[in-house]
């Protein structure tokens, strides 16, 4: 059962870029009453990336951009749409997306930005494949791109710990029958968006009950996006998550009853990188030869909103 319509849509180069600096657990010890155990005991993170003072978004975009254009040996005057995924633009307008254009010289390209936190990477990769398999566009540059550590109170412990800066780039074109994205299950809450959100410019979260939310809703989407790629558990090469918890993560791989080998995993060195999250992970999976033409992947995250998003895919 395929639920796509139109061309054959997939990922035709992957790309990533993250900052210089490191914040390690030690180092939020020095800020905050927290210990690098019970960090990783309760989060599974160890450090996480910092943009520099002078670094922007759209900045740590462009980084993760070039690197999947020339992955896709695709020119950036060819490029015909880009979509960055974020919750921290450069600007309230003009677009993360059309300051990117901009640099990368993709004249050609309409360009918007795209906002639904965390599971951003996932909504901007269904409203591209769709344009794509419509006819409407060849290819497109989508991005998750996020510099949380603007929006982090680093005086509260609960939320400090858990945040870090970096992009992910896929270039989506059409590929041949067979591979390409197979289904994409998105969905919303709107009641859940006082759990997590920016209050007073700063990220707020109440964790215990994101964390029933995600680990409920991982499961349910994930399923809902293999049912209609008629595709089942057990044929799963990898899972790409939302890195927000490795106890989430553990929770998905049991339900979904798939070993840790499976699984796409960063967040001990990159923490939770909203929008960024999946790219990069599957920036990381791509450079290190984990996925081979054929596989099955699955996506799969959660965010504030509450949004939520899963998608199959063919590579």
């Not at 994205?181 to 979260?205: C, P, Q, T, V, W």
């Not at 049912?227 to 998550?241: F, H, N, T």
Request: glycine share 10%.
């Amino acid at each position: 059962m395929d639920e796509m319509n139109g061309k054959p849509v997939g990922i035709r180069g992957t790309g990533m870029y993250v900052p210089e600096r490191v914040l390690t657990n030690k180092d939020l010890e020095q800020m905050v009453d927290t210990s690098d155990e019970w960090i990783v005991t309760r989060t599974g993170m160890r450090e996480r990336r910092i943009a520099a003072n002078d670094q922007s978004t759209s900045d740590l975009a462009y980084e993760a951009a070039l690197e999947a254009l020339k992955n896709a040996n695709l020119p950036a005057e060819e490029l015909e749409l880009i979509v960055v995924a974020t919750i921290t633009p450069d600007l309230a307008f003009p677009s993360t997306a059309c300051i990117l254009q901009d640099r990368l010289g993709a004249r050609k390209a309409a360009a918007f930005d795209l906002s639904a936190a965390c599971s951003g990477f996932i909504y901007g990769l269904a409203n591209a494949s769709a344009l794509i398999a419509s006819g409407m566009y060849k290819n497109a540059l989508v991005i998750g791109a996020e510099c949380l550590s603007k929006i982090t109170d680093y005086t509260d412990r609960n939320t400090c710990i858990l945040f870090g800066d970096g992009a992910g780039a896929v270039v989506l074109g059409e590929v041949p029958e067979g591979r390409g994205f197979r289904s994409f299950e998105l969905g919303a809450d709107g009641s859940g968006g006082n759990l997590l959100h920016s209050r007073n410019k700063y990220i707020y979260m109440d964790g215990k009950e994101v964390f029933k939310f995600a680990v409920k809703i991982m499961n349910s989407a994930a399923e809902e996006a293999l049912r209609k790629a008629g595709i089942a558990k057990s044929e799963i090469d990898l899972l790409v998550p939302h890195q927000a918890n490795i106890r989430i993560i553990q929770y998905a791989l049991e339900r979904l009853e798939l070993p840790e080998s499976k699984c796409a995993i960063n967040l001990d060195r990159y923490g939770n990188v909203s929008a960024a999250s999946i790219p990069i992970a599957l920036a990381e999976a791509d450079r290190e030869n984990r996925i081979r033409p054929g596989d099955k992947l699955l996506f799969v995250g959660f965010g504030g909103g509450l949004t939520w998003g899963a998608s199959v895919l063919i590579w």
